[in-house]
C-alpha cells in the first residue's frame, strides 16, 4: 500500500497537538501540555497567519486535519482568534512574562526574554467599538 504508515498503539493513543507559531515551543511549555494532556505529539507548523489575511480560519481548519490533531497551541491575531472561536476551535495560548536581559540590540532597542508563565484557553473573542 502507497503512501500508508504502519502505527504502533502508543503512537495511536497520543495525542496530537498543533503549534501554530514561529516560536518553537519551550521545555516548560511542552512539559505544561504533557502534564494536561498526557502523552502528546507536537506538530509544528511556522506559517504567519499575520501577513496572509485569507489564511484564517480556513487554515487553521485545513491544518488541524491535515495533522490529525484536537488542540491546537497559537499565536494568532485578533481578528483570526474571533474567527476560530465562532467555528467551535477554542485554541490554547501562551501567557509569557517579558523581562528585560539588560542588553541593547543592535536597532537600539532592549532585548528581552520570554518566559512561560501558563496557558489558557480562548473561549470567545469579542471587538467592541464606537465611532470616534
Known sequence: MIGC?????????KMRIL????HVPQEAQVAALRERFGDIEIVRRAI?????????????????AEVGAIEMVGVLPIPHLAEVTQRGIHPIRAIMTRTPTGSVLPNG?????FDFERFERVIKIEVVTEKL
Open 109 to 113: 532597542e532592549i532585548e528581552y526574554n
Open 5 to 13: 504508515q504502519i502505527l504502533s498503539q502508543k503512537e495511536v493513543d
Open 19 to 22: 503549534w501554530l507559531s514561529r
Open 48 to 64: 504567519t497567519l499575520h501577513n496572509n489575511p485569507r489564511a484564517g480560519a480556513d487554515e487553521v481548519e485545513r491544518l488541524l
